[in-house]
């Protein structure tokens, strides 16, 4: 009897134990009073960043169709976060600035595309900036940097590309960015309007797996060495990380919102305003046309149009959250290498069943979301257009 007790005590003792730790790694976060953020300005805005997150979240569910839109969404979030951090806190600095890159690993927003990459530093006029490297294998090299439309929107403040930019013969090059041209400097030079908060340096690459980065950093030539030394504060870093992850989810849902009024057409919405593209820091060498597809069982869309006089041009998809589709295992992507012409024309299939032949973008699972497309540089060009057709038809 008492072998019997004992090996009931260690069961229960074993049992309490085991749903002890269990509700321990399971515990649940509470809110704290809002008060204890009050006494420190770095407590505050740490609170502002993560209502800005708590609101992020609620604004994704609200704006999703269905289960995967959601799931997609708070995927599409939390790599926002990350990207809002390293840019406005960790390198957040204009007396030290350093690159981000927008797309590192796992993260993408903003209408990202496989075929570039995007590097940003925050900048200011008060300071003379040169941003050196080597060219790597970049077909394209885009210097922009961005001010601010009165209503706080972006606007493109300058820009070089590299006709414009000096490289030597393996590659290497400098610019200047600065509001007065630097004494002696005869060209490779960026000038800075008194509001420009932001550079990008775009690299867009036509065979993207067989071509090397571009190698790039900037320096600020005018920082005493102590300026130098400081880091952004943790505040100042919070609030403009909340901003930047504020304003670019409630962009995205606004565009989202706007271009699925009018499925399967590539006509701009009729309260789409040319300056509210200055959310997703455009370039003036992108014209960026497309629309919204929404595709049920068995259906297609097929984008036709004219080969533009262009450097490079593409046609991709993207979910809602503008983010481009699984390019890693599915064709959901194709540039002007890649798409077969026919007597000056293309024609571009978007299904979820692969055609019997063709130039085919596949929907990775998405029934709908953003068809992008991508003239750059061009000198000439028509609108493609658009129709909806059942595959089946269209392949007899």
């Known amino acids: 009897m008492s072998k019997l007790l004992l090996v009931l005590g260690i069961f229960i003792a074993v049992s309490v134990g085991y749903v002890f730790g269990t509700l321990q790694t399971h515990r649940v976060v509470e809110l704290p009073p809002a008060d204890w953020a009050m006494d420190s300005e770095a407590a505050q805005a740490w609170r502002e960043f993560t209502a800005s997150l708590e ?35 960790t390198r957040g600095s204009k007396t030290q600035p350093q690159l981000t890159d927008w797309m590192s690993g796992y993260r993408k927003f903003l209408g990202d595309s496989p075929d570039a990459i995007y590097l940003s ?10 941003i050196s490297g080597h060219r790597g294998d970049a077909d394209y090299v885009g210097l922009t940097l961005y001010g601010r439309h009165v209503n706080g929107w972006n606007r493109v403040s300058g820009h070089l590309t590299h006709d414009d930019i000096a490289f030597d013969a393996q590659g290497n090059f400098k610019v200047s960015v600065s509001d007065i041209r630097p004494e002696g400097a005869t060209g490779n030079w960026l000038a800075m309007d008194d509001d420009a908060h932001l550079i990008m340096v775009r690299q867009y690459f036509h065979d993207p797996d067989q071509a090397a980065k571009a190698t790039l950093q900037i320096q600020n030539l005018s920082a005493a060495p102590k300026e130098a030394a400081d880091p952004v504060s943790l505040s100042v870093g919070l609030r403009q990380a909340a901003e930047f992850f504020s304003n ?10 706007m271009m699925s009024q009018t499925p399967n057409s590539i006509e701009p919405p009729r309260d789409y305003s040319p300056d509210f593209g200055g959310v997703f820091y455009p370039t003036p060498d992108n014209e960026y046309l497309g629309g919204w597809y929404k595709l049920e069982e068995g259906e297609a869309l097929i984008v036709e149009g004219a080969v533009p006089n262009a ?7 993207q979910n809602r ?4 589709l699984d390019y890693e ?21 978007i299904s979820s069943q692969r055609p019997l032949s063709g130039n085919w973008l596949d929907t ?19 609108p493609p257009t658009v129709r909806l057709v059942k595959l089946a038809n269209f392949e007899q």
């Open 364 to 382: 990775a699972g998405s029934d709908e979301g953003l068809l992008a497309i991508r003239y750059q540089r061009v000198i000439e060009s028509e």
């Open 248 to 257: 670019t989810l409630h962009g995205t849902v606004t565009l989202a919102q």
């Open 121 to 130: 530093a925050e900048v200011s006029s008060e300071h003379h900036y040169v």
């Open 329 to 349: 295992t599915h064709q959901t992507a194709l540039n002007h290498r890649q798409i077969q012409i026919s007597e000056g024309r293309y024609t571009v299939i």
């Open 55 to 89: 609101a992020g979240g609620a604004l994704v569910v609200e704006s999703a169709p269905d289960a995967k839109a959601r799931h997609d969404g708070l995927a599409y979030i939390a790599e926002l976060a990350s990207a809002s951090l390293e840019m406005k806190l």
């Open 311 to 317: 450097a490079y041009w593409s046609v991709s998809l």
């Open 321 to 324: 959250w503008l983010q481009s």
